[in-house]
């Protein structure tokens, strides 16, 4: 689960202008993509954590912050939780960000898969949202794609990285990956398997890696979709609680065993080598540059994969890295604070002196101030308004036609999970 989805709505856009050129994106340094040049300041809703442009990552940052506070024992604000369920669809999807919702979402709606899943996971962990999280996973369900995954931009080539995230919400939503099955009788697992690159990988190090999507008819190893394929194939959420027993990864390379759980454990054993590859850490060339940087996104993301599928000793080196090298990265960022939370909590460390910060603290500080204990359980809040027709080739069209006005304004791209580029 990379934390820098703020640009993935403006990438994924952007790439279907451009007719997905080959052109590669790598991992950006900053966790969010600059805003859209303004005359005016963005106006952040009062419930919303962060105070950065909400607009490609509104619904994913509040969904991180909320699930971050809800395990290390905080009951987030009552109206932080209104906001996130007040985002939803009548249809169950999410966007990433909607001004108002109040007004019904439509033909025009850009509807964010990655956005609906990371909400199901907030919502369903914090209860009282039953209603709320079955329109989701149906929602999810309904836009499906044949070869059993699913695309950033509902209609679009499937991706690794939304199939994986969306496998993990419907695990913690309750549902069996392997019986969600699309049209042409393809489950959410072969959907997901097919990235991973296989026995014939070169180098043999990239054997276990998945691919965000083939590049040239070819599959390049991706951290980002690794880190969030391992965690799908285990089963597992953004929640990681810490493993009783422990062993290293094994080696990177592929496997023989069929099935989630070895591609999982091949997947692990490439993040163990890749981190051990660059010190401890993942590397990524960034848009602009032509030399690799220290990736602290996807090294976050490998650390909580590693630590989901029993490898904590594998992913030591890098949360130590972790704890001396994240501060001004995360600094007033809940997705990136909320990521750490949960990186602790995968591996037991404590998320209030983590490397000499208190992450907890410093989540709370970035948006409504949690309610005190012993204040009862809110309600939930479900949406009951009648059911919308969403008009998915409308809605693809105004995707391209918004990300054309986007990028003859001018604006930066610095893609997250959703690039085409070699991870180093």
């Given at each position: 689960?990379?934390?820098?989805?703020?640009?993935?709505?403006?990438?994924?856009?952007?790439?279907?202008?451009?007719?997905?050129?080959?052109?590669?994106?790598?991992?950006?340094?900053?966790?969010?993509?600059?805003?859209?040049?303004?005359?005016?300041?963005?106006?952040?809703?009062?419930?919303?954590?962060?105070?950065?442009?909400?607009?490609?990552?509104?619904?994913?940052?509040?969904?991180?912050?909320?699930?971050?506070?809800?395990?290390?024992?905080?009951?987030?604000?009552?109206?932080?939780?209104?906001?996130?369920?007040?985002?939803?669809?009548?249809?169950?999807?999410?966007?990433?960000?909607?001004?108002?919702?109040?007004?019904?979402?439509?033909?025009?709606?850009?509807?964010?898969?990655?956005?609906?899943?990371?909400?199901?996971?907030?919502?369903?962990?914090?209860?009282?949202?039953?209603?709320?999280?079955?329109?989701?996973?149906?929602?999810?369900?309904?836009?499906?794609?044949?070869?059993?995954?699913?695309?950033?931009?509902?209609?679009?080539?499937?991706?690794?990285?939304?199939?994986?995230?969306v496998i993990s919400a419907l695990t913690v939503a309750g549902e069996k990956p392997a019986e969600v099955k699309s049209k042409a009788g393809k489950s959410a697992y072969e959907g997901l398997l097919a990235f991973q690159l296989g026995c014939t990988a070169q180098p043999p190090s990239d054997g276990g890696a998945f691919a965000y999507q083939p590049a040239d008819g070819k599959?390049?190893?991706?951290?980002?979709?690794?880190?969030?394929?391992?965690?799908?194939?285990?089963?597992?959420?953004?929640?990681?609680?810490?493993?009783?027993?422990?062993?290293?990864?094994?080696?990177?390379?592929?496997?023989?065993?069929?099935?989630?759980?070895?591609?999982?454990?091949?997947?692990?054993?490439?993040?163990?080598?890749?981190?051990?590859?660059?010190?401890?850490?993942?590397?990524?060339?960034?848009?602009?540059?032509?030399?690799?940087?220290?990736?602290?996104?996807?090294?976050?993301?490998?650390?909580?994969?590693?630590?989901?599928?029993?490898?904590?000793?594998?992913?030591?080196?890098?949360?130590?890295?972790?704890?001396?090298?994240?501060?001004?990265?995360?600094?007033?960022?809940?997705?990136?604070?909320?990521?750490?939370?949960?990186?602790?909590?995968?591996?037991?460390?404590?998320?209030?002196?983590?490397?000499?910060?208190?992450?907890?603290?410093?989540?709370?500080?970035?948006?409504?101030?949690?309610?005190?204990?012993?204040?009862?359980?809110?309600?939930?809040?479900?949406?009951?308004?009648?059911?919308?027709?969403?008009?998915?080739?409308?809605?693809?069209?105004?995707?391209?036609?918004?990300?054309?006005?986007?990028?003859?304004?001018?604006?930066?791209?610095?893609?997250?999970?959703?690039?085409?580029?070699?991870?180093?």
């Open positions: 689960m990379n934390i820098r989805r703020s640009a993935a709505a403006l990438a994924a856009s952007a790439v279907l202008c451009a007719g997905a050129a080959p052109a590669a994106f790598a991992t950006p340094s900053a966790p969010f993509a600059p805003s859209p040049a303004a005359s005016t300041p963005p106006v952040i809703p009062s419930g919303l954590y962060g105070k950065n442009d909400p607009a490609y990552d509104g619904v994913w940052r509040q969904s991180v912050a909320l699930l971050a506070q809800h395990t290390v024992g905080v009951k987030p604000a009552k109206e932080a939780v209104a906001w996130l369920a007040g985002q939803q669809c009548a249809n169950g999807g999410f966007a990433s960000f909607r001004a108002d919702a109040s007004a019904p979402c439509d033909a025009t709606t850009m509807y964010d898969t990655n956005a609906t899943a990371m909400a199901v996971q907030a919502l369903k962990t914090l209860g009282g949202q039953d209603a709320a999280v079955k329109k989701s996973v149906d929602w999810l369900k309904s836009v499906q794609n044949e070869d059993g995954g699913w695309a950033f931009v509902p209609g679009s080539p499937s991706d690794a990285n939304s199939t994986a995230v599959l390049l190893p991706n951290a980002d979709a690794t880190a969030a394929a391992t965690l799908a194939a285990l089963g597992k959420g953004a929640v990681v609680a810490p493993a009783a027993k422990d062993t290293p990864a094994g080696p990177a390379g592929c496997t023989s065993a069929a099935g989630p759980e070895a591609a999982a454990q091949a997947a692990a054993g490439h993040l163990a080598e890749s981190l051990k590859k660059g010190g401890d850490h993942l590397m990524a060339v960034t848009p602009g540059s032509d030399q690799p940087t220290p990736d602290t996104g996807n090294t976050v993301d490998a650390v909580i994969a590693l630590a989901a599928a029993g490898h904590k000793q594998s992913a030591a080196g890098a949360l130590e890295w972790l704890k001396g090298n994240s501060a001004q990265w995360a600094k007033g960022s809940p997705a990136a604070l909320g990521t750490l939370v949960l990186a602790a909590h995968a591996t037991g460390t404590d998320p209030k002196a983590f490397g000499g910060t208190d992450l907890v603290s410093a989540l709370n500080a970035t948006g409504p101030a949690p309610q005190a204990p012993g204040t009862p359980e809110p309600s939930g809040t479900e949406n009951d308004k009648d059911d919308e027709k969403t008009g998915s080739d409308d809605q693809n069209i105004w995707w391209m036609i918004g990300a054309g006005a986007a990028a003859g304004a001018g604006i930066g791209i610095l893609l997250s999970g959703r690039r085409k580029k070699n991870q180093l």
